[in-house]
């Protein structure tokens, strides 16, 4: 099997991470990769905002509206933000988000993806400065892991997929 298929295949939402910490090459690395993602028209409406401070995790996890408690033991995570303003960046920012997590799992780092839409960030928003014309679509958690946990339960491939017509 073609190891970047394998690679999809075996990653899965990491939500227990050791305390080593991603080199900031490799940070920018993935982040390189995300902004290659495509785009609406080619619109990029994507910004990402890093954070490794021990301390700043640590208050992001205390957002109750974003119930993921992990994210405090990270040695990454990465507020995927979008401008309002462009048309598609809800859709173009989940892209991004997608080849964060591919990029992470090329690097053996384990990464979960936390959904922001509809949720209350207001104090995330305050604490990390995201600007007004910003809205935060996703926080993705990055670290290394000592073992990938288990599939879930997912649906079969007869099951979803159909041939030229519903």
Request: glycine residues 4%; charged residues 30%.
């Amino acid at each position: 099997m073609n190891a970047f298929i394998s690679m999809i295949k075996e990653r899965r939402s990491v939500r227990e991470y050791t305390n080593k910490k991603i080199e900031r090459e490799i940070l920018e690395e993935i982040i390189d990769c995300a902004r290659l993602a495509p785009s609406s028209r080619n619109m990029q409406p994507w910004n990402f905002l890093v954070v490794t401070h021990e301390e700043t995790l640590l208050k992001i996890s205390e957002f109750a509206a974003l119930g993921s408690p992990f994210i405090k033991n990270a040695a990454a995570c990465i507020a995927v933000c979008g401008t309002i303003d462009a048309k598609r960046h809800v859709e173009d920012c989940c892209l991004a988000a997608e080849n964060i997590m591919l990029a992470a799992k090329s690097f053996g780092i384990g990464s979960c993806y936390v959904a922001a839409m509809g949720k209350d960030v207001d104090g995330a928003r305050k604490l990390l400065e995201i600007p007004d014309d910003q809205e935060i679509v996703c926080f993705i958690t990055l670290g290394y892991f000592e073992k990938n946990p288990p599939p879930p339960a997912k649906k079969r491939l007869k099951d979803v997929i159909r041939w030229e017509k519903y």
